[in-house]
């Protein structure tokens, strides 16, 4: 969840910028990430497949695990 949360950062300052799905928008400024914010990136990830696959591309299975 926190790749995803990275990947709607990077979004922001992106040229053009693309915006983060308006679930995460909330938690972008997290240092830490309590429970119910991975719950909602999790949510967004499940819900949005153009973000899911964004968030796809900037990591590998050998990071992350299966």
């Known amino acids: 969840m926190e790749v995803a949360i990275g990947v709607a ?5 992106a040229e053009p910028p693309v915006p983060p799905p308006r679930g995460l928008v909330p938690l972008l400024g997290f240092t830490r990430f309590p429970d ?7 949510r967004v990830i499940d819900e949005d497949e153009g973000f899911r696959h964004r968030v796809r591309s900037a990591t590998t299975e050998h990071a992350l695990g299966r």
């Not at 119910?36 to 999790?42: C, E």
Request: glycine share 8%; aromatic share 0%.
């Open 9 to 13: 950062r990077e979004g922001l300052v």
């Open 36 to 42: 119910p914010a991975l719950a909602a990136a999790r």
